[in-house]
């Protein structure tokens, strides 16, 4: 293993241990669901059993509109923490997004901590790479392989412009990445997307973005985990470790990115994540706009420290919040969810 290897390994069992152990929550920024608030209605005229979950993601029939966000893979760590997390997608109907793949592609040894299929035969599985690859090197070839790698539904494209400022080894050149998206969009036989890593995507971009022939977003906004704070406990470098302590309010907050996207755009296919906490949340971004919610760092210590039957007890609780909160309203359906107007902001 070379010494490039070596490095990115050592920095992907790095963030496991600072996700896992460290306060890397966004300060001063909130999701934003905590300004909504559901109107209840004493009189919901359905039947509790007969609440239905199922939708459609990417043109498919679903069970849930749930997503397990990407989180990790390169290591024999992740690897298991990936397994268990595929076993419960499985179990539970969700569809299921990895960690940047980067490694795999550059490294056949680690490529197995990212082939979960075997684990999720019939979930969504999508494969990740960051779009500022395109400016090292990457394209079309490298992104059939992640594809290839993961046995993938689709691929999704990660920005994390802030997270590379602040990584002590960060690939910062940004520029001119658009045409190279829409380049590899227009290439991939299987759906392309684009995500953030918590910091939020904005209406304006999504605009563009949905212009270059990106098929799907993934808001990922403000509120969850701040990789500016992961990358604060990773750094040597004080000066570093200090600036990121002006950078705690910095994001778009999910719900406002969810909101801008859902205007600006005609995208089919949203999804809302960064600081989901529970299902009453995810009943809130449904009915903001979203299509399917993403749970990540939440899932993170099950998925590390037990098994697949304690993910699995945890997404069972999510639904349930989910099912209870439709309830509360009288909605049957998601597209019931998606349709009420028992969703209020609260004034301050």
């Known amino acids: 293993m070379d010494e490039k290897q070596n490095l990115t390994e050592k920095r992907k069992t790095e963030h496991i241990d600072i996700a896992l152990n460290k306060e890397v929550q966004s300060r001063n920024v909130t999701t934003g669901f905590e300004r909504y608030s559901f109107k209840h209605n004493a009189l919901p005229e359905i039947n509790f059993r007969d609440i239905d979950l199922s939708t459609a993601f990417m043109k498919k029939g679903r069970r849930t509109p749930f997503l397990i966000s990407s989180m990790t893979g390169g290591t024999e760590r992740a ?10 997608a499985e179990k539970m109907g969700w569809a299921m997004g ?127 985990t701040s ?68 749970f990540g760092r939440s899932l993170l210590p099950a998925a590390a420290d037990q098994d697949e039957v304690a993910i699995i007890s945890k997404l069972e609780q999510i639904e349930f919040e989910l099912r209870a909160a439709m309830f509360g309203i009288g909605a049957g359906t998601i597209s019931d969810l998606k349709a009420t107007n028992r969703l209020l902001k609260i004034e301050n």
């Not at 996207?261 to 089919?268: G, L």
């Open 79 to 88: 690897y298991q923490i990936n397994r268990r997390l595929a076993m419960a």
């Open 227 to 294: 990789w500016i704070q992961v990358e604060k406990y990773r750094s040597k470098n004080k000066m570093r470790e200090q600036a990121a302590e002006a950078f705690q309010q910095w994001g778009l907050s999910t719900a406002d990115a969810l909101i801008e996207v859902r205007k600006e755009t005609a995208f089919e296919n949203i999804i809302a994540s960064g600081g989901m906490k529970n299902g009453v949340d995810a009943a809130k971004a449904l009915v903001l706009g979203a299509d399917v919610v993403g």
């Open 98 to 224: 990895l960690g940047s793949m980067r490694a795999a592609v550059e490294n056949e040894g680690v490529a197995y901590t990212f082939n979960i299929r075997k684990y999720a035969p019939t979930v969504p599985i999508i494969a990740n790479l960051g779009a500022v690859q395109f400016n090292y090197g990457y394209g079309t070839k490298e992104c059939l392989r992640a594809v290839e790698i993961a046995e993938a539904d689709a691929l999704v494209l990660h920005l994390n412009s802030m997270q590379e400022a602040f990584q002590p080894e960060g690939d910062t050149n940004f520029s001119e990445l658009l045409p190279k998206i829409e380049e590899v969009a227009a290439s991939l036989p299987v759906p392309v997307g684009v995500k953030e890593v918590g910091m939020g995507i904005d209406g304006e971009t999504a605009k563009k973005l949905r212009e270059a022939g990106i098929q799907f977003l993934d808001v990922a906004g403000a509120g969850g």
